[in-house]
């Protein structure tokens, strides 16, 4: 079926979630980070309707069927919808836009391991909305777009989650967005362990916040010691140096640990998977919960998984360097 415009009347987006490596919290001042996308996928698909409303069905994360209208406030809106209506509430007001729409999403994950289901569903629907519309989009546009909207929602971030979903693949990224740049390596070598805690990512970056407000100097330090971090990592990488890679991730868990944002649970995670031969091993994204990375080399891999369950930790295989967003046919 076509509409008016010959424009397709339904289509089908997917992004892949992410896990950041390397940088995370410097990167919200400014700083680089590195991050990978994982073959683990958000899926979207939007299709045209007669009415004024968007309809939302987000099972994962309990929305079914749900009404709403352009005009709503983003206050009143469930948590679970809040991107999704914010990402078409800024893509139609740059278009001048208003038709009914109607809305499913399906993550290949859980929304609670941090890997990213928020900016990945913002990736997808205004990719999904570019193409039904016809609004040719190049990546560092939809890249604008979506951090704004991820800004509106969530109040804080540096933007290197969608940068992931829009770009996939490992990227060197600088806070806002002012560098994206693909990193050329293999499939990076991690074991994923998940705490089974869910962190807020707000508070996590708030805490650091008032951290540097009460200590700017040594917070400027730490900070620039994760940005050397950063640099030598993405030149390890680019020549397949996993055994330094796992010595940077230890140096830069020892300073997010500085920060505050590591917890007992990560430390067991981390500790355990390098008594079993890990390279070396850090949390991953803000810290509070969330996942762990440990780099491997394959004739430990097996010990390194069985040191993350024994110490309660959830192995989740993942493939790092995955597409970006694409329209699935
Ligand atoms: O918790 P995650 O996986 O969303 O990662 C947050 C990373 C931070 O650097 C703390 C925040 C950000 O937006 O860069």
Redesign the pocket.
């Known amino acids: 079926m076509k509409n008016n415009n010959h424009l397709r009347c339904k289509i089908k987006v997917s992004a892949p979630g992410k896990l950041?490596l390397f940088g995370?919290?410097a990167?919200?001042y400014g700083l680089p980070?590195i991050v990978t996308a994982v073959d683990q996928r958000m899926r979207v698909e939007i299709e045209l309707s007669n009415d004024k409303l968007i309809r939302v069905s987000s099972p994962d994360v309990g929305i079914d069927n749900l009404e709403l209208k352009l005009s709503d406030n983003l206050k009143n809106i469930p948590k679970g919808a809040k991107f999704v209506f914010t990402s078409i509430k800024n893509f139609y007001k740059k278009y001048n836009l208003s038709s009914g729409l109607i809305v499913k999403t399906k993550s290949d994950f859980s929304s609670s391991f941090?890997f990213?289901s928020s900016s990945a569903v913002t990736v997808c629907i205004v990719k999904a909305l570019s193409e039904l519309f016809g609004k040719k989009m190049g990546r560092k546009q939809l890249f604008d777009i979506c951090f704004q909207t991820v800004l509106e929602v969530q109040g804080?971030?540096?933007g290197?989650?969608i940068a992931s979903a829009i770009w996939g693949g490992t990227i060197y990224f600088i806070g806002g967005g002012k560098k994206i740049l693909p990193i050329s390596t293999k499939s990076v070598p991690i074991v994923v362990g998940y705490t089974g805690i869910k962190?807020d990512?707000s508070d996590?970056?708030n805490k650091v916040a008032l951290l540097r407000r009460d200590q700017p100097e040594t917070i400027k330090l730490i900070f620039s010691a994760v940005s050397m971090i950063v640099k030598k990592a993405r030149k390890a990488m680019e020549i397949n140096d996993f055994k330094s890679l796992g010595r940077l991730a230890d140096m830069n868990q020892g300073l997010l640990d500085s920060l505050g944002v590591s917890t007992q649970k990560l430390n067991d995670l981390i500790f355990s998977s390098r008594m079993a031969g890990a390279y070396g091993a850090k949390l991953?994204?803000?810290g509070g919960g969330?996942c762990m990375i440990a780099f491997y080399s394959k004739n430990n891999l097996e010990r390194i998984r069985d040191s993350i369950k024994k110490a309660g930790g959830i192995f989740i295989p993942v493939k790092t360097s995955a597409e970006g967003v694409r329209i699935e046919r």
Do not use: I, P, R
């Open positions: 950041m995370e919290h990167v919200v980070c941090g990213g804080v971030g540096s290197f989650d962190a990512t996590l970056v991953s994204g803000a969330d």
